[in-house]
């Protein structure tokens, strides 16, 4: 079936990377893009980033930017985020999901496919 | 960038309740906004696309409309299983996305 599976649970001290793995299957990798989401404890969704599984194209939410690398190995059909420079903040579940078009006659995406999440722990 | 702002942030209901969830747009969208359901420990999971669309497999109970800045999300009739947050995403500034800050559904 479709899936994607995520790596698994990481603590990390401050100052120190995170690389969350998105394992992809039962679909062609290149024809949907990637979205990263994360969730902080007891809070909303927040969009992080966006990765063309075609030709690895990215865009980041601003607060991210130098911060965040996306990247898809298409080999093995698995997307990764990794996270710089971690603060407690940046202590959240990290989602992967597969953007979707619904609709080609303008910019209809939506995110139909997504992973169990990772939790991510920063703490010194 | 667009913000996206829903109310309320919880809403108490019951079973069998009509229940609606509004969605505002900072700027007008289109009808380029989707609706999502989580549950706690779960990932969320596609509801409604194209601010009307009943995703494949969501039952019929769900309903969603509005277009340019302001949408609803109807319940028509509660189930139990129906209690979790809720949140709604432009797609318009592909491939910058954005959701709403989630309304919680509670008993």
């Known amino acids: 079936q479709v899936q994607l599976v995520q790596s698994g649970v990481e603590v990390k001290k401050p100052g120190a990377s995170v690389k969350v793995s998105c394992k992809a299957s039962?679909?062609?990798?290149?024809?949907?893009?990637i979205i990263w989401v994360r969730q902080a404890p007891g809070q909303g969704l927040e969009w992080m980033g966006w990765i063309s599984a075609d030709n690895d194209n990215t865009r980041y939410l601003q607060k991210f930017q130098g911060r965040v690398t996306l990247t898809t190995d298409t080999s093995t059909t698995t997307a990764f985020m990794e996270l710089r420079s971690l603060k407690s903040d940046d202590t959240a579940v990290y989602y992967c999901?597969?953007?979707?078009?619904?609709?080609?006659?303008?910019?209809?995406?939506?995110?139909?496919?997504w992973g169990h999440g990772t939790m991510v722990t920063v703490s010194s | 960038d667009i913000q996206m702002t829903q109310s309320p942030s919880s809403l108490s209901a019951s079973v069998g309740d009509r229940v609606t969830i509004t969605c505002r747009a900072s700027?007008?969208?289109?009808?380029?906004l989707h609706w999502y359901q989580q549950k706690p420990g779960k990932a969320p999971k596609l509801l409604i696309y194209?601010?009307?669309s009943l995703h494949s497999g969501v039952p019929s109970r769900f309903s969603g409309s509005g277009s340019g800045t302001d949408f609803t999300l109807t319940i028509s009739s509660l189930q139990a299983e129906d209690f979790a947050t809720y949140y709604c995403?432009?797609?318009?500034?592909?491939?910058?996305?954005?959701f709403g800050q989630g309304t919680k559904l509670e008993i």
């Open positions: 999901a597969r953007s979707r078009l619904f609709d080609s006659s303008g910019p209809q995406f939506a995110f139909d496919i």
């Open positions: 995403q432009q797609s318009y500034s592909t491939p910058s996305y954005t």
């Open positions: 700027q007008s969208i289109g009808t380029y």
């Open positions: 194209g601010a009307s």
């Open positions: 039962g679909y062609t990798f290149s024809k949907y893009d």
